[in-house]
């Protein structure tokens, strides 16, 4: 027992002293390390200060000696490790600085093959948008000003007119809005609609859409009430008249976006639904989401109707993305009856969710775009229309371009995909490049592209990169063959 104890109590008075000893060490350590004022008068941190300014490098400073820090108290730092960290001090200071001056938002290139990547700003902006939003944006513009009479104007008149001859075709007056997205849109068309009142929706449209926009939760933030009808997979025309009674407001469809039934499902056509809403003169509302104003059977893709289509069944309000299918900037369209968008329009939620100039140059030269059937000058539409063999040309040269220094690079066949929730089935014929690396995995070199400038985001499948060439720009094809060549 003694000899137990004794034993113990050595052991324990060891670890007490080690112990000791560590936290000596790391205050010892800690004790090594310039302040920030000392720093400060360093002849190479003088001259960044004369460069970048004192707060920017004060900054820097605080941050790189507060990593040091967090390592020694951490012990993942030695006594070498700190003598070194304290060598490199000055260029560690100015990478810091340099990067808390840059920028955090930066163009990258798409090689998923997902044309409208939410995850990387959905729809691309040509040049001449680009140009008109830098001609109105960097000065003064007529907004809000009518420039023949002199007196204030309203900013919607710029592009109600483009959406009005586009949509004029369906033979019916059509006024539209714009707000910051189309879950603003929704938002504001249910609250001025229904608020107080009730709102029919079928069961099998009350999904979420990526980005968390659910039906359900904006409906009751709107104030209106929800009235769910029929199953999950079959609603009838019957069911949504059954349910109509003083208090309805709207009948309301929802495009289910990224979510698609098939086999036992039923819905009553837009036409149906138009024809019960204006017997029981009750409105229809209908969400689109996408906001075609491009037929998708043009590059083969089935199951996406246009916004001139809705309009023409009837609806009295559509709602739609500005940066889905249209190709345009991220905006919120209302379209429908002048005299139900004008109700919206005089919200006082509207004052909160409308846009700016950048948005309505960006929009108008998008809306332009189509008056003028330039499909061209629409990026989103552009890369859903350039032909596989195009693709397959490209993906060849770079191969080649590549192949002095790199092997394993194939070109194949691959499909890509519109995303942003439209036509969630249909795919496009595509080419890519698929890459397995000797050295690393295929998440590992897909990590490697990510920190190329400009990063490049791609696929991995069956363990091998994918290089997937409709959602490159032509003009990228030689930045993707150098992030390549830097690799090998
Ligand atoms: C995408 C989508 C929304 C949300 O649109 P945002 O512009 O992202 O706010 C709402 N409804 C439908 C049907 C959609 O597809």
């Known amino acids: 027992m003694g000899y137990r104890r004794g034993t113990w109590t050595i052991h324990g008075l060891r670890r007490i002293l080690v112990t000791l000893g560590t936290t000596t060490d790391k205050t010892e350590l800690l004790r090594k390390l310039p302040s920030v004022d000392g720093l400060l008068r360093w002849p190479a941190i003088q001259s960044l200060v004369a460069r970048e300014g004192q707060s920017a490098v004060v ?35 100015e990478r810091q600085t340099g990067a808390d001056l840059s920028y955090s938002l930066r163009g990258v290139i798409n090689a998923t093959g ?38 204030r104007g309203k900013r919607d008149v710029h592009v109600d007119r483009l959406f009005a001859r586009l949509l004029g075709d369906a033979g019916r007056e059509v006024s539209t809005i714009v707000v910051n997205n189309n879950a603003a ?37 709107s104030g209106a009430t929800l ?13 949504y008249e ?3 009674t003083e208090k309805t407001r709207l009948l309301m469809r929802v495009h289910r976006s990224n979510f698609e039934m098939v086999g036992f499902t039923e819905q009553p056509s837009l036409d ?59 905006a919120g369209l209302i379209s429908g009856t002048r005299e139900l968008v004008a109700k919206i329009r005089k919200n006082p939620l509207f004052r909160a969710l409308r846009v700016d100039k950048l948005i309505y140059s960006a929009l108008e030269a998008t809306m332009l775009a ?41 070109v194949v066949n691959s499909e890509s995909v519109i995303g942003g929730g439209a036509a969630p089935t249909a795919t496009l014929p595509s080419v890519a490049l698929a890459i397995s690396s000797a050295s690393m995995s295929a998440d590992e070199f897909a990590e490697c592209l990510r920190r190329s400038d400009p990063p490049v985001v791609v696929r991995v499948e069956n363990d091998r990169v994918l290089i997937d ?20």
Request: hydrophobic share 45%; no cysteine.
């Open 114 to 151: 997902v044309i409208l990547h939410t995850n990387l700003g959905r729809a691309p902006l040509d040049v001449r948008a680009l140009h008109h939003v830098s001609q109105v944006a960097a000065g003064y513009s007529n907004l809000e000003f009518d420039l023949d009479s002199g007196e």
């Open 272 to 330: 149906e639904l138009v024809e019960i809403g204006h017997k029981h003169r009750v409105p229809v509302l209908e969400d689109v989401g996408s906001g075609a104003f491009f037929d998708l059977r043009d590059v083969n893709a089935n199951g996406e109707t246009t916004i001139l289509d809705s309009i023409r069944a009837g609806v009295d309000v559509v709602t739609y993305s500005g940066d889905k299918l249209l190709g345009g900037p991220q």
């Open 469 to 488: 060439l409709r959602t490159v720009f032509p003009e990228q094809d030689e930045l993707v063959a150098r992030a390549l060549l830097s690799l090998k």
């Open 59 to 93: 900054e820097a400073t605080r941050t790189v000696l507060a990593r040091i820090r967090e390592e020694i108290l951490a012990a993942t730092l030695d006594k070498t490790g700190v003598d070194l960290a304290i060598s490199g001090l000055s260029e560690a200071i």
């Open 185 to 221: 849109a929704v938002l504001i068309a249910l609250n001025t609609l229904a608020e107080g009142g009730e709102v029919i929706v079928s069961r099998g449209e009350l999904v979420e859409i990526g980005g968390s926009f659910r039906v359900p939760e904006v409906m009751a933030k």
């Open 370 to 410: 189509y008056v003028k059937h330039d499909y061209d000058a629409i990026p989103a539409i552009r890369l859903m229309r350039t032909p596989a063999e195009e693709l397959a040309r490209r993906a060849e040269a770079i191969q080649v371009r590549v192949s002095v220094a790199l092997t394993g690079v194939e």
């Open 227 to 239: 009235r769910e009808v029929g199953t999950t997979n079959r609603t009838r025309a019957a069911d």
């Open 242 to 244: 059954n349910a109509i």
